[in-house]
């Protein structure tokens, strides 16, 4: 699997991601910049966590501005992968790769610690590894990861099987004292249309080396690396 | 200016005749302005000068003490640590969230200008008492404000220490740390060299906020604290995290012969030292530097500390090569000057000379003071017979846990991003911090912030040395070599001898352990006048330690791991109570000499404890501190969700005293009962005390005939206090 990593300016969680798809792939990810307007010969897309721009104006709204990113969405277009993380997953819901928007967590804070996330959909490119309603520990690290859909789309999110994770407890109960931030019906990550584009705001990709806490988000990486293998 | 001001901007009368002399003229706005913060406190340590130069700087891995931006160590495979703490005191009590946040991003500076990209931060923070009606609104702002700018910036803010106490109810303490790695061969300095050079500005455009906060943080604070707000600066962690990866990617080349951040005194500082340093002159022309607004005067160019700036001395022709790295990361680059062979700066605006002032006798002739000093009267020793022990042990011991001191920090550090960057090997909520360096193998860097600033109050010299030893012992505690410190002076008014009594006493502790130890100071920063109307802070001599592992596998922590493990306390227990804090949080007193440190026996029951981690037996680790054995035990319990029964250690005290004293150089390990007598004949080749206490298991913390709590129940204390606290109601 060939990979490329987006650097926007503000980004700070490249380093991570290309510490957890070299271990997984094997291969190092191609870091892009922003104004190149053509990507790389790739079949994954990562659009990394971080602050883009400092999230001055809304987060991930002058990223999603950026030159690469018609780029990015013709590679979407066409199929191909994109994995959209915190950050990058405000970005994409800004660049319209996924419906929703994130909002301030509902209390208000920065939160930074390790969340369970119980899997909705194990069956797309990047959770084929995992079961249905298995329960993972992975850390999360933001301010605006409250997501926000209205019903409509919340309901054929649901309907059509694109919610991929959502936030519950060790047990994997799903409710208000589970819900982290304050997201619609828990909701931690969804899948595109056609489920080439997943966008979260967990981040697998620090929790993939068990010095640093658990491994848990490997099963992710293994999943697309298959996938596109 | 053709006579004497009015305002002397906080010079004294005898330093502004010294300004004149040196002129042979009066001074004009500018130039006087710059006399002032150039001989501040802040910037010309002028009290603590003296006293400072007896600190040990020195070992065979120290690569640069005092005197840069940071300082440098040796940590092996061609690899450096650079690192510093510094104060942001007097900014963050009058405007919270800006104060602390540009606190962290000055910090950074410091040790990106060497050439390192920063891997930690790390803040002491001390708050004044719970009760007072301003200290919930300071945490708040200070803790948003640390996590805004580090979270931001994409450094983990890994590590630090939380106090309470009333003595700062008038002036909290924010000191920020920060650790970053450069190869050793690349090290950044700050002396310029090389008659002609372009002096470059690289950064944000300045503007007119922070105008003299050097001097305003070298005075005490009266009721009008809050209208000096217009002095704190605005951060903008953003900008900071272009400039850090503009300049890292500079340094890649070899264009830059001097760098230095535009900290405390702005444009002014920076370029007195650099100039100083090197031994030139320098001309600038202050028409070229970026401003953010119209109409600029001189003085407020030369003295702004608008936030997120370097000055650079380039190698002359690379101007153009280096200006197109700033200007992909989308930053102000502009050549405002070049150096001379005069030995003076000289400031041109519109054409015309506005300051003309000698670099020498301004940056290297500052005043010094020997301030008069009393010592510290030794307290009166603590009158055993006359403490009321509570009743209740397992009560009072819930009551410790959810104490103020004691109480979980998850409230402040869930607010930091303290994973970004792919190394956490520790996370907060441990004895230290450790971070991996990245990509060399299982290295990794230990780091964390002490201090126990009753102590340092009762004793300064028991106090200064307790400091040192604690930090030295908490690298200990995770395995990890300790190797140097950074230490953060904060005292209260240096002009009233009993404060410069503290500071005194508090250094030549601190000479000592550092001594004994191998655990050289390598860079710092004093904050003097932490007073309101008068009183003064504890004194703060807050330490960062940092340390080494080879081999990160290896790393301890303090959580109990397997039920059946047996638990071993190093160290002789005495039972002191004296400034203990269960003697303040249970009986109300803050009486006694603190307990005394050993350091002998410091050293040798560190250097043990080392080595039985290293050898891979020793299951957890902790050491014991503030609330004694017992809070240590209910700290490892509790991080390990699993309980422990033991014994009370052998010792000629109460119940009370020999699990809630605070005698030092102790360590409580666990192992596997396997190997139970090996350590323990391992600790008797060491000549160290050691006993088995009792074993890991069950859901309780029991020590036999005195307590026995439930782990929930401990958990309840030590995980809502905070979070208690900081959702009340704010006080009418």
Redesign the interface.
Known sequence: MKSAIVVFPGINRERDMALALKAASGKAATLVWHRDSALPDVDLVVLPGGFSYGDYLRAGAMAAQSPIMRAVKDHAARGGRVLAVCNGFQMATEAGLLPGALMRNAGLKFICRNVHLKVANASSDFTGHYQAGQVLSVPVAHHDGNYFADQATLDRLEQEDRVAFRYCDAEGRVDDDTNLNGSRRNIAGILSEDRNVLGLMPHPEDATDPQLGGTDGRGLFTSIVEALS | MSARPADLMGLTEAEYDNAVEILGRHPNQVELGIFSVMWSEHCSYKSSKKWLKQLPTKAPWVIKGPGENAGVIDIGDGLAAIFKMESHNHPSFIEPYQGAATGVGGILRDVFTMGARPVANLNALRFGSPDHPKTRHLVAGVV?GI??YG????VPTVGGEVNFHPAYNGNILVNAMTVGIAPADRIFYSAAAGVGNPVVYVGSKTGRDGIHGATMASAEFSDDAEEKRPTVQVG????E??LIEACLELMQTDYIVAIQDMGAAGLTSSSFEMASKGGVGIILDLDQVPARETGMTPYELMLSESQERMLMVLKPGREAAAEAIFRK??LDFAVIGHLTDTGRMQLRMHGEIVGDLPIDPLALASPEYDRPWVPTPPPAPLDRGHIAAPVDLGEALVRMMGSPDIASRRWI?????????????Q?PGGDAAVV?V?DAGGKALAMTTDCTPRYCKADPVQGGRQAVAEAWRNLTAVGARPLAITDNMNFGNPQRPEIMGQFVGCVEGMREACLALDFPVVSGNVSLYNETNGTGILPTPAIGGVGVLDD??RMATIAFKATGDRIVVLGEATGHLGQSLALRELCGREEGPPPPVDLAIERQTGDLVRKLIADGHVTACHDVADGGLVVALAEMALAGKLGAEVGLPKGDASPFALLFGEEQARYIITVASRYESAILAAAAAAGVPAAVLGQVGGDKLTVTGQLSVALATLARAHEDWLPGYMSAPAAA
């Open positions: 948003a996590g805004g979270n931001c910036v994409g903008d962690p953003f900008t995290k272009l990361w989308e550090w869930e607010q930091y991003d303290h994973l970004v960057g792919g190394d956490t090997a996370r991996r990245p990160v596998t």
